[in-house]
């Protein structure tokens, strides 16, 4: 990647249930899935989307502006974001987005961008591990009117306006050239999200909502009031920035429930017991008999 301009980064990430740890516990009587039960992580693909916005940073300068849509825990996500180097970070939260499906979510997060502005790269995870839609990147992207490399795994070449990308294809790869500002959505494959630098840490600790003023206050008791813990906050930068469906100018017919012309057709319910299991005979022949009904079962092919 050569040298280059300035590059403004707009990353775009979701806190999702921990899916890759479902177990019997988790899976409720009805078949659904409950999600308290699991850990909230940072969805993977989109640590994947912070890299490669940290690393054109680190190459041509520019800002990176992390962002996210969900309730006031996500704040966590937006933590481990400054830790790892981004510059500033936005939590969209608001009841009225709840029940988006993914045309709703990426109004809300088109809606985002433009408020910030000065922007030449919004970056996103090519999908999130709760939902596996692969949907909201390419939508965000067409709602800003701005063109889109999706299975971004490699930046070539940022020359001026232009940027040089190479796509992961499940028999290849293919390389892309367009103009700035355009969105891409990044791959597993596409480098090794770097770990929360210790000193961003130290630097950054405090960083948070106002709903999590209270506990601030408890572990800090030196802040008398939530008053002073927010003036403290918002002098040395480290108030986490929430906006609103108004805040963002929104409308209203075109986000949450009422934004979400997806309906659900039918819902396969899955239940995992502690009953359904079976004991494999530790020789060939044992293993043999499981493949083979594995493959009956068409579990696996």
């Excluded at 934004?259 to 530790?282: D, M, R, W, Y």
């Amino acid at each position: 990647m050569t040298d280059s301009r300035p590059i403004n980064c707009v990353v775009l990430v979701k806190q999702v249930p921990d899916t890759h740890n479902v177990t019997g516990e988790v899976m409720s009587k009805d078949g659904t899935m409950n999600r308290g039960a699991l850990p909230a992580i940072f969805n993977p693909e989109d640590l994947n989307a912070l890299e490669m916005a940290l690393e054109i940073k680190e190459r041509t300068g520019g800002t990176v502006t992390v962002v996210t849509m969900g309730p006031p825990k996500a704040a966590n996500i937006l933590r481990d974001s400054l830790f790892r180097g981004a510059d500033k970070v936005v939590l969209l939260t608001d009841r009225k987005f709840a029940g988006a499906d993914t045309l709703a979510t990426s109004y809300v997060l088109k809606c985002a961008v433009e408020k910030l502005g000065n922007y030449d790269l919004v970056l996103a995870g090519r999908q999130a591990i709760d939902g596996d839609t692969a949907q909201v990147g390419p939508q965000t992207a067409e709602k800003l009117g701005i063109p889109q490399i999706t299975y971004a795994e490699q930046i070539i070449e940022i020359t001026g306006d232009k940027i040089t990308v190479q796509r992961a294809l499940d028999h290849g790869s293919e390389i892309v050239r367009c103009t700035f500002p355009c969105l891409l959505t990044v791959v597993n494959t596409a480098n090794t999200p770097r770990p929360a630098n210790v000193r961003r840490q130290m630097e950054r600790k405090l960083a948070a909502v106002p709903s999590e003023y209270a506990a601030i206050r408890t572990q800090w008791p030196d802040f008398e009031s939530d008053e002073a813990l927010d003036a403290y906050l918002t002098k040395h930068d480290l108030k986490i920035p929430v906006w609103s469906a108004e805040d963002i100018g929104a409308t209203e017919g075109s986000i949450g429930l009422a934004g979400s012309p997806t309906q659900v057709h039918k819902v396969n319910f899955v239940v995992l017991e502690s009953t359904e299991s079976k004991t494999i005979p530790a020789n060939a022949e044992g293993i043999a008999a499981m493949i083979a009904e594995l493959v009956h079962e068409y579990i696996v092919g």
